[in-house]
């Protein structure tokens, strides 16, 4: 299957700072990359869909100006967590789309670890 | 939108037992089957997919069923292994949409 990287792996800030968290896809391009956010035990939320060249479209709920996702080029999209504070602490985790004759595939990152204290 | 129901929650399962994970959904465009498997603090990896133009698909231990009349899907893992213990997740989408995840089903496979 196709390869996603995420960085950081894991991340520890002090409230108020912003993080910044990149999702790449390594051996295809992702005109459309998707941001999860998975707390322990639960599924997996969907925050953002992410499109190469143009707005990110956010899900209901999801603060847009505290989740900023820049989606600059075909193989990378990035999610700045804004003035973090501890209830943003979390597992986020990216994926990228992956369309291959006409069939769409979704592939995951190793995901991020973020700690605000 | 779409609404995806995966049942049970939690198997236990005897290794070499077979294991059945079974999901939901409510779109009835939706074509697109994936199952996920994410083990303890590491990414969902993907372990199968059908789509709607199969009933049924194989890959070695795994197999996936679809009935799109009554729209549900099941995973079917059999001679199951402690390696196979993770949470497993099923996910509907229909095209141009995004994935719906189901809630999950942590296995546990005791040797």
């Known amino acids: 299957g196709a390869v996603v990287s995420q960085h950081p792996s894991r991340v520890i800030c002090k409230s108020g700072t912003s993080v910044k968290i990149e999702c790449r896809s390594l051996d295809f391009q992702a005109t459309t990359m998707f941001w999860y956010r998975q707390f322990p035990k639960q599924s997996l939320m969907l925050m953002a869909t992410s499109n190469e060249g143009s707005k990110a479209t956010y899900e209901q709920g999801v603060e847009k100006d505290k989740f900023l996702i820049n989606h600059a080029s075909l193989t990378l999209s990035t999610l700045t967590v804004t003035s973090a504070h501890p209830e943003d602490s979390s597992f986020y985790i990216c994926s990228a789309r992956d369309v291959d004759r006409g069939r769409e595939t979704q592939y995951f990152g190793p995901g991020t670890r973020l700690l605000v204290l | 939108g779409e609404n995806v129901e995966q049942h049970p929650s939690t198997l236990s399962v005897q290794e070499g037992d077979s294991a059945v994970i079974k999901c939901t959904y409510s779109d009835s465009a939706s074509n697109y089957f994936p199952w996920y498997k994410q083990e303890l603090g590491k990414r969902p990896q993907l372990i199968i997919d059908?789509?709607?133009?199969?009933g049924e698909k194989k890959d070695q231990r795994i197999a996936v069923t679809l009935n799109k009349t009554a729209k549900h899907f099941s995973l079917h893992i059999t001679e199951t292994q402690p390696e196979d213990s993770a949470v497993y997740f099923c996910?509907?989408?229909?095209?141009?949409?995004?994935?719906?995840f189901g809630g999950g089903t942590r296995v546990l496979v005791k040797p």
């Open positions: 059908i789509r709607s133009n199969v």
């Open positions: 996910a509907a989408k229909a095209a141009g949409n995004k994935l719906t």
